[in-house]
């Protein structure tokens, strides 16, 4: 597909521009030339595009009411993903004993991924491929995520994190653990992670319906969740599911990528 940069005159050169921490809501771009751009942990909500010609390209995050030439297209792709994996619609459960098993399959599975890495030098565990967390972050980032919404929402919790504990890149000021630079041991990260995974097993074990939709206390003093949230036990226990499962898929195509540098 030939780009429109080299058919019309006039056009200004910005390529290779950065836009960090830069609102751009309610912006109109015509006659635009985005090619070989990346955009990352942003938010295209509401966003509407016309005439648009897209080539090898790729695209994940989460989508909803995604429309492409008349055909919310969401649905069609969390059909084909639930097809291709039959474990993943059960880390979408509805009853108590669906979480348990739920939990069941994520130990196999990352025991299974850990297993994968163990297999590669340990420097290469701290090797970020294609931009994303290394493998011993991203074990950090779920210890940080169990700590968060079952540490500190559901059990009450005001400062749950240990501090190898990794938060996400873009958050704000919320005095919560982000040494992105540390680098501790394939193991010393899987014992952080481990900890956080027994507080989501402490819930979980004796989970029942009545406590599936109790809403839980405000949450207290600075973090993240933020001072004052609430929210029922079903929706922290899904969120630390769907935590789960997304990053072991991303773990696995990161090593993937690991294994092919040799």
Known sequence: MPSLGGMIEGFEDLSGSA???TDLSGSTFRLVVFDGSTIRDSDL???????VGMSNTTIDGEFENLVLNGVDVAPLVEAELDRRDPDRPRFRPV?????????????????????????LPAERLHESAGGEWSFVQTLRHLAFASESWVGRAVLGDPYPWH??????????DLGIPQDRDARP????????????????RRVVDDLDEAELG???DPCVGP?????????S??????????????HRVYAERDLALLEERG
């Open 214 to 216: 109790r809403e839980t």
């Open 185 to 200: 041991s394939l193991d010393e990260a899987l014992a952080v992670r481990q900890d956080a995974m027994a507080l989501v």
């Open 45 to 51: 909500n509401g966003v509407t595009m016309r005439g």
């Open 223 to 231: 973090g993240w969740p933020v001072e004052g949230a609430t929210f």
């Open 19 to 21: 836009y960090e921490k």
């Open 95 to 119: 009853a108590a004993e669906g979480f348990r098993e739920a939990c069941e399959i994520n130990g196999r599975r990352w025991s299974v991924t850990v297993d994968r890495a163990r297999r």
């Open 163 to 172: 501090p190898l504990s990794l938060a996400w890149d873009t958050h704000r």
């Open 233 to 246: 036990v079903r929706d922290c226990l899904l969120t630390v599911l769907n935590e789960e499962w997304h």
